[in-house]
């Protein structure tokens, strides 16, 4: 026999399969996991196919064997190795890439080992007895005493009661008393204490109506909904009920969470309800327990996952059931590559495995919406919140009439006074403000000179040091470079160095000037770094140790605080601005997030939204929490304007040291493109725009770069053009590197 082995090394020339002999009484399967000789190395790789040795197109005396096996099951499930062949596909990169998404990192390179203990079990009948019989050795007879109860007990809990036991267990174990052996242990990122278990509350009218329109599909193992229900509308008891349906019925499932931030409460959730049925799978765990739950699922020991985008990737056989909480953040468009849209992989994974897939969010994409419109998913709405509680009343400040009036803090006085009132009656606020930092850009008053990274095409944020103002630091948000707030002007000498624009720290500051002893959590990027940062700041805001959370967009969504009655936007234009035309829609949808946050339990509440753009239609919309108005807006925007869903937006970006190579390089990729439009005109009749440009920010990290745009007909005529495109991606050398990107989540 001969298997077929995808090597695990990225490269064009061993992209395609090899031939390997099997050894004598070595038995790989499909989705095995082995080392091979390739050339004068030895590498990994995956069996991705069987064949017999007659079907060879080389005489088999050619061929070399495989070496070894790496593990004791298939690390591959079919589906999963089906699911790589279709992204490799789409994302056009070479099937090895693909398959790296499906395992741990540290489990690849062998970086991690499965972690052993040694435990001790009893094997007499009466350790009571036994330890009377032992007075002269008082800790053999404590160590029978304390595995008196029968349990087996790991070495490391015995030595906490007992200074150094092996010696004596030794003894024990020659005295055939106990026996000492190994067993795994599995790295758990959970805390020390178990989650109180909790049951399912009687269900809301909503929430069963839902059900009832999704649970017959699961039970048939299909169909695919978008449910639309705003927030506070209790749609994680509904994921939990279908979870709970998939696991009498034998299934899995995956629960996508669009952040880290918001794991732990969904974990929570989930172990409160399943316990160890339950695994987690994000970037923050360590490489040991990342392997250890991986592992845990690819046994089967835990069938359930809640865990971030590269959870979809999860090993969970007999999937019944995956869930994309949030479908509308783009976060779920991966931003490495192979670019992915864990949507996608979810939509494709539950039609091959059988799975019914729940793509949720009280302000759903305009294209996951439009697609529901179309038939594509199956529309369930949740219109009401739990227990009738109103949604919060929303008021607009225009932040124009605060400066008439005299007013020149990040505050509007409304925004004060509710403050205030919140706080006097011992409930909770959360701030929002979509930028970290202090001030947002340095200038110069006399010449206008900004402050720009060396490495960036952008301003640099000024980052306080609330301890030692000697600390500010100047940091560029897109590479982290840092540098030291200048006193006076570098281009013209001048002392009016001025700071403007305000980030979370500001708001910070602000807060804690107005209300003095306050205490506050803040949650942005530069608060997080750690690996339980998140939970810790949540748990300190949730146990109500701080009264008022700042935060960036990492605050706006899905968290459920109870306490929180006020929800003040500090400066809602702020994404409004931004040149993209999927700012209306962010706006929209962060601001509709953030309102939802107020008033999730008895007291009803208030949200604050300060802007410069009071009259604006998506503004006043996401006010009024209704979408349905904004998405028939922007929906007719989208067509009159051409924009996706309606067409497709392409790029080729190309990056170099070199400005001058990179801009050749663009060019050429223009011409190519215009030589072959010329020659198709079928495809030129599809395509609205080619355009050659530099980038909206020329420089990241010391690279140019250059683009050249298209906007496409969404056709199946366009799809030539479009391969061409990925095509042209292996023009890319050492100095110039091309990139082919479809719809992607931002366009900088
Ligand atoms: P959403 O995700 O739709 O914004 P959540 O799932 O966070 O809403 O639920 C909002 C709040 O309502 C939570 O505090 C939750 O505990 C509570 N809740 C949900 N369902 C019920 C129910 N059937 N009975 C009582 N409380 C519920
Ligand atoms: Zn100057
Ligand atoms: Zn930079």
Redesign the pocket.
């Known amino acids: 026999m001969v298997a077929q082995v995808v090597v695990d090394v990225v490269h064009s020339n061993v992209a395609k399969p090899f031939s390997y002999l099997i050894p004598e009484g070595m038995e790989p399967v499909v989705g095995s996991r082995v080392t091979v000789p390739l050339g004068r190395r030895t590498v990994d790789g995956f069996v991705v196919g069987l064949a017999d040795e007659n079907q060879l197109d080389c005489p088999p005396e050619k061929l070399r064997p495989i070496s070894k096996m790496l593990d004791e099951y298939p690390a591959l499930l079919p589906a999963m190795l089906e699911l790589a062949r279709e992204i490799a596909g789409e994302t056009h990169c070479p099937l090895s890439e693909a398959l790296r998404l499906m395992l741990p990192a540290a489990m690849r390179t062998g970086r991690i080992k499965q972690k052993q203990e040694t435990c001790v079990t009893l094997t007499c009948a009466d350790a009571e007895a036994e330890a009377v019989k032992m007075k002269r050795a008082p800790k053999r007879a404590m160590l029978l005493r304390l595995l008196a109860d029968g349990r087996t007990r790991s070495l490391a809990e015995l030595s906490q009661l007992v200074k150094d036991p092996r010696e004596s267990l030794k003894a024990l174990e020659e005295a055939g008393l106990v026996r000492l052996s190994q067993r795994e242990v599995f790295r758990s990122p959970y805390g020390e204490e178990d989650e109180k278990p909790s049951t399912q509350?009687?269900?809301?009218p909503g929430?069963q109506e839902a059900l009832d329109s999704m649970l017959p599909a699961m039970e048939r193992g299909e169909g695919a909904f978008l449910l639309h229900?705003v927030?506070?509308?209790?749609?994680?008891?509904v994921y939990l009920a279908m979870a709970s349906r998939a696991l009498e019925m034998g299934k899995g499932a995956i629960i996508l969470v669009p952040e880290i931030a918001l794991t732990p409460q969904m974990v929570r959730w989930f172990r409160s309800r399943f316990g160890p049925a339950t695994a987690v799978l994000h970037s923050r765990l360590t490489d040991g327990q990342r392997y250890d739950e991986w592992r845990r699922i690819r046994l089967g020991d835990a069938r359930i996952v809640v865990g971030a985008r590269s959870a979809i990737f999860a090993p969970v056989e007999d999937l019944g059931l995956i869930v994309i909480d949030e479908e509308h953040e783009q976060t779920y468009l991966s931003d490495k590559h192979p670019r992915y849209d864990a949507r996608r992989v979810a939509h494709s994974r539950c039609r091959r495995e059988g799975a019914t897939l729940v793509l949720s969010s009280?302000t759903p994409s305009i294209l996951s919406f439009a697609m529901a419109r179309r038939g594509d998913y199956t529309l369930v709405e949740m219109p009401k919140r739990?227990?009738d509680r109103p949604l919060p009343a929303v008021t607009i400040v225009d932040m124009r009439k605060e400066l008439e009036a005299g007013n020149r803090s990040i505050f509007s006085a409304l925004l004060i006074q509710k403050l205030r009132e919140c706080l006097d009656s011992g409930q909770q606020a959360m701030l929002f403000l979509n930028r970290r930092g202090f001030h947002t850009f340095v200038s110069c008053r006399s010449c206008g000179y900004v402050v720009k990274c060396d490495a960036c095409d952008v301003s640099m944020t000024l980052h306080r040091d609330a301890n030692d103002p000697a600390a500010d630091r100047l940091r560029c948000h897109l590479c982290g470079a840092e540098r030291v707030p200048p006193e006076t002007c570098p281009e013209c000498g001048s002392k009016y160095i001025r700071f403007f624009g305000s980030g979370t720290q500001r708001v910070e500051e602000e807060m804690h000037k107005l209300f003095p002893g306050v205490p506050t959590v803040r949650m942005d990027i530069d608060t997080t770094k750690g690996r339980d940062a998140h939970a810790r700041l949540l748990d300190d805001f949730g146990k109500g140790r701080a009264k008022v959370l700042i935060g960036t967009q990492m605050i706006a969504k899905?968290l459920?605080f109870?306490n929180v009655t006020l929800v003040g936007v500090v400066a809602a234009d702020m994404t409004l601005n931004l040149p993209d035309y999927r700012a209306r829609e962010r706006t929209f949808q962060l601001l509709t997030q953030v309102a939802?946050r107020a008033g999730?339990?008895q007291t009803p509440g208030q949200v604050v939204i300060q802007t410069y753009k009071p009259e604006d239609a998506c503004i006043q919309t996401a006010a009024q929490q209704d979408y349905r108005a904004f998405f028939e807006m922007e929906f007719s925007r989208r067509r009159t304007g051409l924009y996706p869903p309606f067409t497709l937006l392409a790029r080729l970006l190309v990056e170099s040291a070199n400005e001058m190579e990179a801009q050749q390089m663009n060019e050429r990729l223009y011409d190519t493109l215009q030589t072959y439009l010329i020659s198709h005109p079928l495809q030129k009749k599809r395509t609205l725009m080619v355009r050659a440009d530099a980038a909206p920010v020329k420089r990241i990290r010391g690279q140019y770069r250059y683009h050249v745009l298209l906007k496409l007909f969404d056709h199946p005529d366009a799809s030539p053009l479009l391969s061409l495109l990925s095509e042209l991606t292996s023009l890319s050398d050492e100095r110039c590197k091309i990139y082919c990107e479809v719809n992607p989540a931002t366009m900088m």
Do not use: N
Not at 201 to 204: I, Q
Not at 231 to 237: N, P, R
């Open positions: 509350p009687p269900l809301t929430q229900g927030t506070g509308s209790g749609k994680t008891e009280a739990v227990a899905g459920d109870p939802g999730r339990a």
